[in-house]
């Protein structure tokens, strides 16, 4: 009789692990959403492009204020996206040139005044840290000059079959604000047509 007491709580036990490991997992699933609460859902549709975007909010800590403000000419090709003082970013509408990505990756590698070091490079996404070449005087010694670091952006999203690129402005960003503008990109989603 004892032995079949220790099978049964061995067996309660084994399955209140298991429910315990599921529900772990759950949660470190639901973490995926986690890491999008500090932004909210924003429609680029009044500017001409068919999408939503989740930007971040006030909770995200980019700069002291979150409001989001739109340039864009009607009918022109380019916005300028900002959400706070720290987070901008340049939207373009390259309509069907699938070789964009590949044209700005030639003209970083062509830069000369800059080092440029790839982060990750997709078909899609380019992220790059810039160096300024600081150059001083012959004999000078390795610490004339200022550097200048930036971290940059450059990514494609089709929409309804329209090619757009997002990167950052010309000065870059920190390393945080290109992770979190990404995460943003990757958010897009396509507004349906109504027509």
Same mark, same amino acid.
Request: net charge negative; with cysteine; aromatic share 10%.
């Given at each position: 009789?004892?032995?079949?007491?220790?099978?049964?709580?061995?067996?309660?036990?084994?399955?209140?692990?298991?429910?315990?490991?599921?529900?772990?997992?759950?949660?470190? =699933?639901?973490?995926?959403?986690?890491?999008? +609460?500090?932004?909210?859902?924003?429609?680029?549709? @009044?500017?001409?492009? @068919?999408?939503?975007?989740?930007l971040?909010?006030? $909770?995200?800590?980019?700069?002291? =204020? $979150?409001?989001?403000?739109?340039?864009?000419?009607?009918?022109?090709?380019?916005?300028?996206?900002?959400?706070? @003082?720290?987070?901008?970013?340049?939207?373009?509408?390259? *309509?069907?040139?699938?070789e964009?990505?590949?044209?700005?990756?030639?003209?970083?590698?062509?830069?000369?005044?800059?080092?440029?070091?790839?982060?990750k490079?997709? @078909?899609?996404?380019?992220?790059?840290?810039?160096?300024?070449?600081?150059?001083?005087?012959? %004999?000078?010694?390795k610490?004339? *000059?200022?550097?200048?670091?930036?971290?940059?952006?450059?990514? $494609?999203? $089709?929409?309804? %079959?329209?090619?757009?690129?997002?990167?950052?402005?010309?000065?870059?960003? =920190?390393?945080?604000?290109?992770? +979190?503008?990404?995460?943003?990109?990757?958010?897009?989603?396509?507004?349906? =047509?109504?027509?």
């Open positions: 009789m004892k032995i079949k007491h220790i099978i049964y709580y061995l067996s309660i036990s084994c399955l209140t692990f298991t429910a315990c490991t599921d529900s772990v997992d759950n949660k470190e =699933s639901e973490g995926v959403d986690e890491a999008l +609460l500090d932004f909210n859902k924003f429609s680029l549709k @009044p500017y001409d492009i @068919p999408a939503s975007i989740l971040p909010d006030e $909770t995200s800590n980019i700069g002291a =204020s $979150t409001k989001v403000e739109v340039t864009h000419t009607e009918g022109d090709f380019l916005w300028d996206l900002q959400v706070g @003082p720290n987070f901008e970013l340049v939207i373009n509408d390259w *309509g069907s040139d699938k964009i990505l590949n044209a700005e990756v030639k003209k970083l590698k062509s830069l000369e005044f800059y080092n440029v070091k790839f982060i490079k997709t @078909p899609t996404t380019l992220i790059y840290e810039r160096r300024l070449n600081v150059k001083g005087k012959k %004999n000078a010694p610490n004339v *000059g200022i550097e200048h670091k930036s971290y940059h952006l450059f990514m $494609t999203k $089709t929409i309804h %079959n329209v090619i757009y690129t997002f990167e950052t402005n010309d000065g870059g960003s =920190s390393k945080e604000i290109v992770e +979190l503008q990404e995460k943003c990109i990757n958010s897009i989603h396509e507004i349906k =047509s109504t027509n």
